[in-house]
Structure formats: C-alpha cells, structure tokens
C-alpha cells in the first residue's frame, strides 16, 4: 500500500505545482494507493476551492469526481475507514506530543491511519505533517522536493 495524503492526491487529479513528479513517481511504484477517508473531502474541498477561484468549471469539476468515482470503483484508490479506535488513537499520540510540534487534527488522522493501517510511510508535501510523521513511527516523504534535488 502506497499511502498519500491529499496534498498528494490533489495533484493527480488538477494540474498544479508537483503533479507531474508525483504521476511520475507513482507510475514507477507497485502497490494501491490509500488514504484515510477524510482525504476524500479534501480533495473535493480542494476542487471547490479552485472552482471558486475560477480554475475549473463547473463542467471540469463534474469530469473530475467522476474520473475519481471511476478510480475508486476500479480499485486504483482505496480510503481507509475512520471509526472511534482510529479517532483515540490520534488523540492519544497528539496529547503525547511535545508543545513545539504543530500539528493539525485532519493530518493526525492521516498519520494515525496510516500508522494504524502498519504502514512505514508516508507521501506528502505537507512539511507539518511530514514533520509531525516519525511521532507516529512513520517516515514522511516528499518526492517532489527530493525529484528538485536529484
């Protein structure tokens, strides 16, 4: 399993910033891509967000969750669940946290699901919650600042 946040996702799905590196670099990988089932609201927020912003249509939206509705229903995509053992599972490790780290609650859920979920990493280029990762054991990576250093 391939866990990617949403800032990830987004990427994949609007053209923007680091979203040939992350297609690239997915291509390249073997294995499905997860995300906790929140990340699928934010990657609908996201699209609102640039719809309001007059980047997209009306029409492109409607394209877009449909190409995204067909990728779920294929398999390319899963979200893994939220119920109330992942929901204390984060509120445990963030109370563990020390007062320096910054966190916010939507990326403790991504870290406690994938941390729940027995993964090792995790993709983003979210640097808070990159940061935020080794606190949940996890290793956070950001293939698009590595693919502008190599």
Known sequence: ??????????KLYLHEHGSEEVEAWLSSQTGQVVCCLHGRLELIAALKRQQ???KLTEAQ???TVKRLEQEEKAGV???LPIDSILMESACARMQR????V??????????ACAADAGLKQVYSHDRHLLAAAPHFG??????????HLS
């Open 138 to 147: 996890l290793k956070g990576l950001d293939i698009i600042n590595s693919a």
């Open 77 to 79: 995509i899963r979200w």
């Open 97 to 100: 946290f020390p007062p320096s």
């Open 1 to 10: 399993m391939i866990y990617l946040d949403s800032s990830y996702l987004v």
């Open 102 to 111: 910054f966190l916010r609650a939507a990326d403790a859920l991504h870290l």
């Open 61 to 63: 939206l409607r394209a």
């Open 52 to 54: 309001r912003e007059d």
